[in-house]
T-cell receptor
Framework: NAGVTQTPKFQVLKTGQSMTLQCAQDMNHNSMYWYRQDPGMGLRLIYYSASEGTTDKGEVPNGYNVSRLNKREFSLRLESAAPSQTSVYFC???????????FGDGTRLSIL | RKEVEQDPGPFNVPEGATVAFNCTYSNSASQSFFWYRQDCRKEPKLLMSVYSSGNEDGRFTAQLNRASQYISLLIRDSKLSDSATYLCVVNPNAGNNRKLIWGLGTSLAVNP
């Protein structure tokens, strides 16, 4: 019973490198989300996908892009990583936008 | 006024104590509420959903006060394993067409 699976769990990048964080859910949820969490800042929404085929910006989208590949998968891409993007990234899914969200166990990303 | 506000704590209580956290919200149209717990360096996990006046699950009770626009979480007979950050989450509107709003969390430390 996997729930929400994120890969990788840890990553170190150099400034300017690019990478894609992967997320997949097996709960047949319609909505998926990407958050970042920094000390003292709480969870901040980067992008979300209300349903397959749609994506929308959250409160901190700059420097990121997303792809809702299909109903199960929602990826987050950093095109040119910056030290300010060092954070813990969480993917989540829910049956709908107003419904409780279920989280993956996070990706710890460090950018040097 | 922030959309969702929580006392950051930390709350330090002895084992067996009863502890309560409050969470205030600004949108009077908010219809549903959630409490999550987050352990250090882990993902948030759903603890309880609140759709009407309150909810109870074992040692945990959530109460909703719509007139004063706050929800509370009461933990009875605290255990060491209850030490975590508790996140208050609000669905700011009826239905599934709005994103959840997350509080910054209240930190609880249960001491032996």
């Amino acid at each position: 019973n996997a729930g929400v699976t994120q890969t990788p769990k840890f990553q170190v990048l150099k400034t300017g490198q690019s990478m894609t964080l992967q997320c997949a859910q097996d709960m047949n949820h319609n909505s998926m989300y990407w958050y970042r969490q920094d000390p003292g800042m709480g969870l901040r929404l980067i992008y979300y996908s209300a349903s397959e085929g749609t994506t929308d910006k959250g409160e901190v989208p700059n420097g990121y892009n997303v792809s809702r590949l299909n109903k199960r998968e929602f990826s987050l891409r950093l095109e040119s990583a910056a030290p300010s993007q060092t954070s813990v990234y969480f993917c989540a899914s829910s049956s709908g936008l107003g419904q409780p969200q279920h989280f993956g166990d996070g990706t710890r990303l460090s950018i040097l | 006024r922030k959309e969702v506000e929580q006392d950051p704590g930390p709350f330090n209580v002895p084992e067996g104590a009863t502890v309560a956290f409050n969470c205030t919200y600004s949108n009077s149209a908010s219809q549903s509420f959630f409490w999550y717990r987050q352990d250090c360096r882990k993902e948030p996990k759903l603890l309880m959903s609140v759709y009407s006046s309150g909810n109870e699950d074992g040692r945990f009770t959530a109460q909703l006060n719509r007139a004063s626009q706050y929800i509370s979480l009461l933990i009875r007979d605290s255990k060491l394993s209850d030490s975590a950050t508790y996140l208050c989450v609000v669905n700011p509107n009826a239905g599934n067409n709005r994103k959840l709003i997350w509080g910054l969390g209240t930190s609880l430390a249960v001491n032996p």
